[in-house]
C-alpha cells in the first residue's frame, strides 16, 4: 500500500510539473497571480537561431506591453516536445503557443503546405510581401477551427542544402543522393521529383546520421545551420533556395479566448514584432554567417553558380503531384500571386 502511495504521488507530481510546462491559464488566473504563457520551439536558444529570436521577442514585447501581468516562459531545444507534439498540445490545450516549422503545420493544415512547394518564391523579398498580404491573412482564417490561432509568419529563411562531401549545382549533381526530409507530403514529393532519395527522420538525430552517413545531407535555413554543428561535419552549403521555410506563431484557441480583447491584441502584436524581428536577423547575420562558416573550412556555393532555372524545371512535376492534397485554389492562387501562369 505505501508502495502504491509514493508510487501515485510521483505520477501526480509529474503530472504537475507537465501542466506547469505547458501552462493552464484559468487555474492561475483563478489564484490571482501573473498570467504565464509557455512558448515552445525544437531548436536551441541561440540568439541567431530564427525560432529562439522570434520567441524571445515575442516573450520581450509581451511582458513589456502588460507591466509584467502576462509572463512568457522560453521552452527551446524539444521541452515541450515535438513540433507535432506541441501542435497536438495546443488543440487540446496542454501546450500554450509553440514557433513552428510551416512544413509541419501542413501536415494538419493542407493549404500551408502550398508555401512548401520548392522554389515558389524568387526571393525573400516576394516571400515577405505574400505572407504579410492577402493570402497570408487567408492563411490565418483559414485555421480558426483547428484549435491552434495562427498569430503570424515568422522566418526560418530559404531552406539551403547542406551537403557531407558533394556540392550541388545543377539537378544532376542531387540525383541518387540520400536527402534528411521532414516528412511531409510536399516535401518528399518535391524530392522524388528531383530524383533523391528522401529520407524522413527527427532533426534529433540527423547530426549523428550525418556523421555515420545514412545520410548524404539535409535542408535548413542558413542560421539553423550555422547555430546547430554542421561545420564539424560537412563540407558544403550550396544556396539553391530549394523551400522557403516560414515560421508559424501559434497559440492554442482556448487559451486564446481566455484573454481579454486588449490581451488579445497585444499578443497578435508580439507575434507581428517577432517576425519583424527574425527576418531582419536573418538579413543582418547571412553574410557574417557564411564568413564564419568559411572559416571553418566549409564552402558556401553562391546563389549565382546555380542553376535556377533548371531546378525549377524539374521539380515542377511536383505543383501538379500535390495540387489535389493541397487544394487546387490554394495553389493557384499562390501561383498567381508569384506571377507563374
Not at 158 to 163: A, D, G, I, K
Not at 227 to 242: A, E, H, R, S
Request: net charge neutral.
Amino acid at each position: 500500500m505505501k508502495t502504491k502511495k509514493i508510487l501515485c504521488g510521483i505520477l501526480t507530481a509529474a503530472l504537475l510539473v507537465g501542466v506547469t510546462g505547458c501552462g493552464f491559464l484559468s487555474s492561475k488566473k483563478e489564484k490571482g497571480g501573473p498570467i504565464t504563457i509557455g512558448i515552445g520551439y525544437t531548436t536551441a536558444s541561440n540568439p541567431d537561431d530564427p525560432y529562439h529570436v522570434t520567441a524571445l521577442t515575442f516573450k520581450n514585447y509581451v511582458e513589456k506591453h502588460t507591466n509584467g501581468r502576462i509572463k512568457v516562459n522560453e521552452y527551446p531545444s524539444s521541452q515541450l516536445g515535438s513540433e507535432p507534439e506541441m501542435w497536438e498540445g495546443m488543440q487540446i490545450g496542454t501546450c500554450d503557443a509553440a514557433v513552428l516549422t510551416n512544413a509541419y503545420v501542413s501536415s494538419y493544415v493542407r493549404a500551408n503546405g502550398a508555401l512548401d512547394l520548392p522554389f515558389i518564391f524568387k526571393d525573400v523579398k516576394q516571400a515577405r510581401s505574400i505572407l504579410d498580404g492577402d493570402f497570408g491573412q487567408a492563411l490565418q482564417k483559414n485555421m480558426d477551427n483547428t484549435g491552434v490561432t495562427l498569430l503570424a509568419f515568422s522566418e526560418g529563411g530559404f531552406r539551403q542544402l547542406c551537403t557531407r562531401d558533394k556540392a550541388i549545382r545543377n539537378p544532376d549533381d542531387l540525383k541518387g543522393l540520400k536527402i534528411r526530409s521532414m516528412e511531409t507530403k510536399t516535401y518528399l514529393s518535391a524530392y522524388k521529383a528531383l530524383g533523391v532519395n528522401a529520407t524522413p527522420m527527427a532533426w534529433g538525430e540527423l547530426l549523428t546520421a550525418l556523421q555515420q552517413g545514412a545520410v548524404d545531407g539535409c535542408d535548413a535555413p542558413l542560421s539553423v545551420l550555422y547555430t546547430n554543428g554542421f561545420p564539424d561535419i560537412c563540407k558544403y552549403i550550396d544556396n539553391v533556395n530549394l523551400f522557403y521555410s516560414p515560421l508559424p506563431v501559434c497559440i492554442s484557441t482556448k487559451l486564446y479566448k481566455e484573454l481579454t480583447p486588449e490581451d488579445q491584441e497585444i499578443v497578435k502584436k508580439a507575434a507581428v514584432e517577432a517576425a519583424k524581428a527574425a527576418r531582419k536577423n536573418n538579413d543582418d547575420s547571412s553574410e557574417r554567417m557564411e564568413k564564419d562558416l568559411s572559416s571553418k573550412g566549409m564552402t558556401i556555393i553562391p546563389e549565382k553558380d546555380v542553376d535556377s532555372a533548371g531546378f525549377r524545371e524539374v521539380a515542377k512535376s511536383c505543383y501538379e503531384d500535390m495540387e489535389s492534397y493541397i487544394g487546387s485554389k490554394w495553389v493557384r492562387d499562390l501561383e498567381k500571386a508569384v506571377g507563374i501562369d
